[in-house]
């Protein structure tokens, strides 16, 4: 009986996590709808996520009967047929509940799906097809097509705009680059401009990152083109460059979760008044919380988003402290187990699936968790198996069925 589960289930363990955090997600989300004054938005969410769980599981199923060599085949095109569909969001798309101003959800007939979930997958497919064909990346000219490859949909995205889905394309491919064997410093190099941007803002911390890059290139010169070094010299430069006029660039409300995120009481009946909510959520939790569907402040209905992004902090307010440390435990049996997967596979396509899909979760689980203690600003990301959302649910059982699939194939 053991043997024949482990072969349609491919590893037990990620199953059954998969499996209670689903399950786990359709209780908070129920309670999530508990309300004082009940609203039709979170009352029955439950509901509709139940069907979509059983919808995942029947997808579940079906992938893990689909030949391996089959998904490796299908990587290109599906990668291919997502970007067209995200083109479309910036012309047709619409928003949805909470994220009604995004441009993400795309509406064919009755379906109605985001693309950008789906993009997430197929953009792991096509850089590990892309990397697992070539040998270890060693040199930055070698990191251009693969940045091309999640750049695109990245930036198509952003372009909805849906920042935190973003997040998790950076994710996939550094994770991705990683696991190919891309030396830790060219890693390095690639995330520079992307520090010069943040840092840039003070011109005296940017400018002693910018001698320090300088110095690393210098010491790094044995590794690197010539080309190579002056790309990521004026990149830096052209991130320090842009800063001011992003910022001014921004919308109000844009630049308000950004001080905000610095500081929460500086605007905490706008701005801030997601985290500043969230925060005193979690923090009457306790050790304990406060009960099964008794948060007080999910009742009242001041905690915004409370069945999506912000349901860790309805975690944290009924379940307390142990019930965010049980969570985030269940997380890490996820987590871990993709990374035991991926280092069992001789096969480079698979095994580069498998860390793909961890790096995406993982930066989901981080910045998500991380918003709601006010840890990172409020991007709207939600929680993998746990937040409401039919698209997000499904795409991230299909993310299991292929990690499954893909376990001991040659």
């Avoid at 079906?62 to 060599?69: M, N, T, Y």
């Avoid at 660039?249 to 979760?257: G, I």
Wanted: aromatic letters at 12%; one cysteine or more.
């Amino acid at each position: 009986m053991g043997n024949l589960f482990k072969r349609w289930v491919g590893d037990p363990a990620l199953f059954l996590a998969a499996f209670v955090m689903t399950s786990f997600g359709i209780a908070m989300i129920y309670s999530a709808g508990v309300l004082n004054i009940p609203s039709p938005i979170t009352e029955g969410a439950w509901i509709l996520q139940i069907q979509w769980a059983a919808i995942s599981l029947v997808a579940f199923v079906v992938i893990c009967q689909i030949g391996p060599r089959w998904i490796e085949w299908v990587a290109v095109p599906a990668h291919v047929l997502c970007v067209i569909l995200l083109l479309a969001t910036l012309f047709v798309g619409a928003g949805s509940g909470t994220a009604a101003g995004v441009r993400s959800f795309l509406e064919i007939g009755p379906i109605r799906f985001q693309p950008s979930e789906l993009a997430k997958l197929t953009t792991i497919l096509a850089l590990a097809r892309y990397l697992g064909a070539r040998p270890e990346p060693a040199t930055l000219r070698a990191l251009v097509n693969p940045a091309a490859i999640v750049g695109v949909p990245f930036v198509l995205v952003i372009l909805q705009p849906d920042l935190g889905t973003a997040l998790a394309f950076v994710g996939i491919l550094f994770a991705a680059l990683f696991w190919a064997g891309t030396p830790i410093g060219l890693l390095a190099l690639l995330m520079s401009p992307g520090i010069s941007l943040v840092l840039s803002f003070d011109p005296r911390i940017w400018a002693a990152f910018f001698v320090f890059l300088v110095l690393a290139l210098y010491l790094y010169r044995y590794r690197l083109f010539l080309v190579e070094s002056l790309a990521v010299v004026l990149a830096n430069l052209a991130a320090g460059t842009i800063s001011t006029p992003l910022w001014d660039s921004l919308a109000d409300y844009q630049q308000n979760r950004i001080l905000v995120f610095l500081d929460p009481s500086v605007d905490p009946r706008g701005a801030g008044y997601h985290v500043v909510q969230s925060m005193v959520a979690i923090g009457s939790g306790g050790l304990t919380g406060n009960g099964f569907t008794e948060g007080t402040q999910k009742r009242f209905d001041f905690l915004p988003e409370q069945h999506t992004d912000f349901i860790f902090s309805v975690i944290g307010e009924e379940l307390g402290y142990l019930g965010t440390i049980l969570t985030l435990l269940l997380f890490a049996v996820i987590l871990y187990r993709l990374v035991r997967m991926a280092e069992g596979e001789a096969d480079p396509f698979a095994g580069l699936v498998i860390f793909g899909i961890f790096g995406a979760w993982l930066v989901h689980v981080f910045v998500n968790v991380g918003m709601t203690v006010g840890m990172v600003p409020v991007t709207g990301i939600p929680l993998p198996f746990v937040s409401y959302g039919g698209t997000f649910l499904l795409m991230s059982w299909v993310a299991v069925a292929v990690a499954a699939r893909l376990v001991g194939e040659d």
